[in-house]
């Protein structure tokens, strides 16, 4: 048996080490992370992983938007139905001022009173706000909701200015000293239920948004973890079988360089 100086089995065994060295280093980090993808280990996984991250931000961001935008229309629904029990009182105080039993007093008061409630119709339309945007002002005609992930306005988009506008004494011809004061109060109620009635319409639709994006982001966090999440228990057993490459390489290297020594004898 010779002993040669340059030992080409010390440098198959540092190979190995080295490569077993490479795969634990490479397992505890995949392990510490929880992911298997990265753009030098599989180019076009990471770049799906990357727009699904993408879908998945935008539809919870959309979840958000929409939750936000059913606040609102229940902030502008308390408002409208205030407004209502004031119409409500205000037919009532219409009915009972055209009885022929009472004095001018009496109408004055009554007068008085229906004054008041205007008054109050109108702070309620001026005051009623969601995050400092006044809803029955008449004032913002176009309020747009963002309830998907993309950009794409007619499908990720919804108005809903339509279930708003002024509510304004005013604007509902709610004034005692016209002669057709009852019907321009049933008038006011009937535009204001209509108005209260597509805010729910509304809400539903965005409550129904709100579900199919919790299932969309819900399949897409589940594809997304099927391209990028580390199997543990398969990646810990390799790990583990690379550990013990690592040490074998490791004892049979000193083995190797002790071989070589045994050539300094001959000296």
């Known amino acids: 048996m010779g002993f040669e100086i340059n030992d080409i089995g010390s440098s198959i065994l540092l190979d190995s080490l080295a490569i077993a060295s490479k795969e634990v280093e490479a397992s505890l980090v995949k392990i510490s992370h929880g992911k298997q993808t990265s753009a030098m280990e599989n180019a076009a996984n990471l770049m799906i992983s990357e727009e699904m991250e993408t879908q998945r931000r ?6 958000e938007n929409a939750q936000n935008g059913m606040n609102m229309l229940s902030t ?7 407004v209502n029990d004031n119409l409500q009182k205000i037919r009532e105080l219409a009915v009972q001022r055209e009885n022929g039993t009472l004095n001018e007093n009496d109408r004055a008061a009554i007068d008085s009173e229906i004054d008041a409630l205007a008054d109050e119709i109108d702070r309620v339309s001026q005051s009623t706000a969601y995050n400092k945007i006044t809803l029955l002002d008449g004032s913002n ?28 004494s005013n604007n509902l011809k709610a004034d005692k000293n016209n002669p057709d004061f009852l019907d321009k109060i049933d008038n006011a109620l009937s535009g204001i239920n209509s108005k209260r009635a597509t805010i729910g319409a509304m809400s539903n639709r965005l409550e129904s948004a709100v579900n199919s994006l919790f299932v969309q982001n819900h399949n897409i966090t589940a594809s997304q973890s099927r391209i990028i999440d580390v199997d543990i228990a398969a990646e810990v057993s390799k790990l583990t079988q690379n550990q013990i490459l690592q040490q074998a390489s490791t004892s049979l290297f000193a083995q190797a360089n002790q071989s070589a020594s045994f050539a300094m004898s001959l000296l």
């Open 76 to 82: 502008a629904e308390s408002g409208l139905s205030s």
């Open 58 to 63: 935008g539809s919870l961001q959309a979840i």
């Open 141 to 168: 005609d176009d309020i747009t909701l963002q309830i998907g992930a993309n950009s794409e306005e007619e499908t990720n988009s919804v108005n809903i200015s339509d279930s708003l506008g002024s509510v304004s």
